[in-house]
């Protein structure tokens, strides 16, 4: 069963403008969450965090918002780079470092 | 600071043979977890040590095998390759187990079964 789904495969956004990227959980009991970035051929690269009791989670020009009620969180990129474009994928975790992540999205920021 | 550093990039082997990987963690990181990515499954949780104890263990069988040294550097052996073992593997360090501490991967052994 799928406890992390991503449902946009892929999205496009222009340089300056926003991306929200999506990601939704069935299990109540996962306590933080966690978004990475992903180049080809690198491993994924840890982007931010937020702990299930809290809603929001800044950190320069990425935002997460958790929204522990309908079992979703979002990640908010503004302004979008070109350099940006990666795949993004959201995890969650509730005992020790076993993370259960979502298939991926991918962003493509156009110039 | 050094990354995470996975040794060897990449790896072919024959069904039937054994693979070890080797995963070197940030200076002072006790955690190291290992996860499998393929394009069908995603990624998906091995197995996770801290201070050279197994402490949780993912859906896989049990030719997958890990262990850690006092140093905290980790290895994980595969035995009995199958042609679904074909994957990247990566490997992920951290300071603490759990919490919301951020796991710092590698970049990857690449493993092709043929």
């Known amino acids: 069963d799928q406890q992390v789904k991503q449902n946009s495969p892929s999205l496009s956004v222009q340089e300056g403008r926003i991306s929200i990227l999506n990601c939704d959980y069935t299990?109540?009991?996962?306590?933080?969450f966690l978004w990475y970035k992903k180049y080809p051929a690198e491993g994924p690269t840890f982007l931010i965090s937020?702990?299930?009791?809290?809603d929001k989670n800044e950190d320069g020009r990425f935002t997460v918002f958790l929204n522990k009620s309908a079992k979703h969180l979002s990640l908010h990129i503004v302004p979008s780079q070109p350099g940006d474009s990666a795949v993004y994928f959201c995890?969650?975790?509730?005992?020790?470092?076993?993370?259960?992540f979502g298939a991926g999205t991918i962003l493509r920021v156009k110039s | 600071k050094a990354g995470v550093t996975q040794t060897p990039r990449y790896l072919i082997k024959t069904r039937g043979q054994q693979v070890t990987l080797s995963c070197s963690p940030i200076?002072?990181?006790?955690?190291v977890s290992w996860y499998q990515q393929t394009p069908g499954q995603g990624l998906q949780f091995l197995f996770e040590?801290?201070?050279?104890?197994?402490?949780n263990k993912g859906n896989f069988p049990g030719r997958f095998s890990g262990r850690q040294f006092s140093n905290s550097r980790s290895e994980m052996n595969v035995s009995t390759l199958e042609l679904g073992d074909s994957a990247l593997y990566l490997c992920?360090?951290?300071?603490?187990?759990?919490?919301?501490?951020?796991?710092?991967f590698g970049n990857g052994t690449r493993l092709t079964v043929t």
């Open positions: 992920a360090s951290s300071l603490a187990s759990g919490g919301g501490s951020p796991l710092h």
């Open positions: 937020i702990s299930s009791i809290k």
């Open positions: 040590y801290f201070s050279e104890t197994q402490r």
């Open positions: 995890a969650a975790g509730g005992y020790g470092n076993k993370l259960v």
């Open positions: 200076s002072g990181h006790r955690s």
């Open positions: 299990n109540s009991m996962f306590d933080y």
